[in-house]
């Protein structure tokens, strides 16, 4: 079975601009899960999607969204890039019922400069 | 709120000998817990998982034990290996927040030959 795959692997882009990640998950999981690790705060959960519906959301602003396809793949997208948005993207997926494991992409590294 | 924690920074072992690495959680909603294996610019690597009704979860040369009552869990690698040294992180899930782990800050292992 293929594992999660993120595209692109990385990114560069300057302050003020959008950016978009993608997504493909392990084969017949809905759930796809975001997270940003940055050296001060650790992993941390944006937001998870299940059937194309947001059902989980971390405490993030606004310019951060995402959403998901028919197909389970699933975009994130950020606007008006802050230099502190520069961080690993991380995407999981799951079944998504409880207490199931979540297996990882190898991440996105986006550099805003 | 520091929900997660893993209070050791680093865990440094000779190889051969047993690796102890430490996690609490405050949130008593938390009923699912995973341990994960980090290498720079890559994906978190699944390693164990234990369900709140386990005390104790046993796969290979790692097994995971779970307090309830001290709100503590515990990853223990035996024998350790130099392959092993990476960073490790504990997290958590539980209630309604499907598709949402909390992460701890990670403990950097050095397993030395």
């Known amino acids: 079975k293929a594992g999660v795959t993120q595209t692109p692997r990385y990114l560069i882009k300057t302050r003020g601009q959008q950016v978009t990640l993608s997504c493909s998950p392990i084969?017949?999981?809905?759930?796809v899960s975001w997270y940003q690790q940055t050296p001060g705060q650790g992993l941390q959960f944006l937001f998870e999607y299940f059937s194309e519906t947001q059902r989980n959301k971390g405490n993030f602003p606004g310019r951060f969204s995402g959403r998901q396809f028919s197909n389970s793949r699933s975009e994130m997208n950020v606007s008006t890039l802050e230099l502190g948005d520069s961080a690993l993207y991380l995407c999981?997926?799951?079944?998504?019922?409880?207490?199931?494991?979540?297996?990882f992409g190898a991440g996105t590294r986006l550099s805003v400069l | 709120d520091q929900q997660v924690k893993q209070n050791s920074p680093s865990l440094s072992v000779q190889e051969g000998r047993i690796s102890i690495l430490n996690c609490d959680y405050t949130n008593s909603m938390f009923d699912y817990f995973l341990w994960y294996k980090k290498y720079p610019a890559e994906g978190p690597t699944f390693l164990i998982s234990i369900s709140s009704i386990k005390d104790k979860n046993e796969d290979g040369r790692f097994t995971v034990f779970l307090n309830k009552s001290a709100k503590h869990l515990s990853l223990h690698i035996v024998p350790s290996q130099p392959g092993d040294s990476a960073v490790y992180f504990c997290?958590?899930?539980?209630?309604?927040?499907?598709?949402?782990?909390?992460f701890g800050q990670g403990t950097i292992l050095t397993v030395h030959p």
């Open positions: 999981a997926s799951s079944p998504g019922t409880v207490g199931t494991i979540q297996y």
């Open positions: 084969s017949g999981h809905r759930s």
């Open positions: 997290a958590a899930s539980g209630g309604t927040s499907y598709g949402k782990l909390t």
